[in-house]
């Protein structure tokens, strides 16, 4: 076994190309002494092991943890920092100006909350509306494992964005990824363009302001590195057994598909590992 990488896990960056390329990312809290970005798509169809030393750090202020909360913060991160704040999780409760719980940070507000976002449908699972800022189109979508999206609309503000989804969702309309059917391969018996259509005349009856104009609609196609399909899906837990890995068969949202089960990194953003290959 020969050391690729080690360092703090967090959401694997991504580059959207045919197929998409990721890269393990450290998410080490101190942006200056980050290690380099290391890409993981030459090593499909090679054994490769994460091994967990036991180590957990929170990603906003590197105190040693037990336990991460929402993804990588330690428990007084989680309680005092905007980005683990409501809003993150369910847009339409941000609250930036409510008497007696404004938002919790200042800059945090105006650099993510009172952004454009984007209103969009993608097929994961299944077909399914969502929102993300403006800068995160398509690392959106790849994270969640679309095989294709199509944005529907621009609006000011999180927690406009958020309300217009929450209406949506209310009315029917699927905002979650069933994420062990997206893991099993790709949903390509949806048409997407309908589903997009008849959002599109929801927002139109609503008369919601924001719409793109057509030629902003366009469908985008999102390939992945997968070379097997796993038939059944078991996930490794590094809180149980720290070793996980095996044959990497393909990586597709923010899963690594081993031949023996797969594991989703981001859900162990924080925790220090060091990555091996098998020799030959
Ligand atoms: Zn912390
Ligand atoms: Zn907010």
């Given at each position: 076994?020969?050391?690729?990488?080690?360092g703090?896990?967090?959401?694997?960056?991504?580059?959207?190309?045919?197929?998409?390329?990721y890269?393990?990312?450290?998410?080490?809290?101190?942006?200056?002494?980050?290690?380099?970005d290391?890409?993981?798509?030459?090593?499909?169809?090679?054994?490769?092991?994460?091994?967990?030393?036991?180590?957990?750090?929170?990603?906003?202020?590197?105190?040693?943890?037990?336990?991460?909360?929402?993804?990588?913060f330690?428990?007084?991160?989680?309680?005092?920092?905007?980005?683990?704040?409501?809003?993150?999780?369910?847009?339409?409760?941000?609250?930036?100006?409510?008497?007696?719980?404004?938002?919790?940070d200042?800059?945090?507000?105006?650099?993510?909350?009172?952004?454009?976002?984007?209103?969009?449908?993608?097929?994961?699972s299944?077909?399914?509306?969502g929102?993300?800022?403006?800068?995160?189109?398509?690392s959106?979508?790849?994270?969640?494992?679309?095989?294709?999206?199509?944005?529907?609309?621009?609006?000011?503000d999180r927690?406009?964005?958020?309300?217009?989804?929450?209406?949506?969702?209310?009315?029917?309309?699927?905002?979650?990824t069933?994420?062990?059917?997206?893991?099993?391969?790709?949903?390509?018996?949806?048409d997407?363009?309908?589903?997009?259509?008849?959002?599109?005349?929801?927002?139109?009856?609503?008369k919601?302001?924001?719409?793109l104009?057509?030629?902003?609609?366009?469908?985008?196609?999102?390939?992945?590195?997968?070379?097997?399909?796993?038939?059944?899906?078991?996930?490794?837990?590094?809180?149980?057994?720290?070793?996980?890995?095996?044959v990497?068969?393909?990586?597709?949202?923010?899963?690594?598909?081993?031949?023996?089960g797969?594991?989703?990194?981001?859900?162990?953003t924080?925790?220090q590992?060091?990555?091996?290959?098998?020799?030959?």
């Amino acid at each position: 076994m020969q050391t690729i990488w080690s360092g703090t896990l967090r959401k694997m960056r991504s580059i959207h190309e045919s197929p998409v390329r990721y890269f393990l990312t450290d998410g080490w809290w101190e942006q200056e002494n980050r290690v380099e970005d290391h890409e993981l798509n030459p090593y499909l169809g090679r054994e490769l092991m994460i091994r967990f030393g036991g180590k957990i750090n929170c990603t906003a202020c590197g105190r040693a943890t037990k336990k991460t909360f929402n993804q990588g913060f330690c428990f007084p991160c989680s309680q005092s920092r905007a980005e683990a704040d409501i809003c993150i999780v369910k847009p339409e409760l941000c609250h930036y100006d409510e008497t007696g719980n404004p938002c919790r940070d200042e800059h945090f507000a105006q650099t993510q909350c009172f952004q454009p976002h984007i209103l969009y449908s993608s097929l994961t699972s299944g077909r399914k509306v969502g929102i993300t800022r403006q800068p995160n189109v398509p690392s959106r979508w790849i994270d969640q494992g679309a095989t294709e999206a199509i944005p529907l609309a621009r609006l000011a503000d999180r927690r406009t964005v958020g309300q217009v989804e929450k209406r949506l969702v209310d009315d029917g309309f699927r905002d979650k990824t069933h994420w062990t059917r997206m893991l099993k391969g790709n949903n390509e018996e949806s048409d997407l363009s309908e589903f997009a259509g008849r959002v599109l005349e929801k927002l139109d009856e609503w008369k919601i302001e924001g719409v793109l104009p057509e030629a902003e609609r366009a469908s985008v196609k999102i390939d992945y590195p997968v070379e097997v399909w796993p038939t059944k899906v078991s996930s490794f837990n590094l809180d149980k057994n720290p070793v996980a890995g095996g044959v990497l068969q393909g990586i597709k949202a923010q899963y690594l598909i081993f031949d023996s089960g797969v594991i989703n990194l981001r859900k162990y953003t924080g925790y220090q590992v060091e990555v091996d290959v098998a020799d030959g």
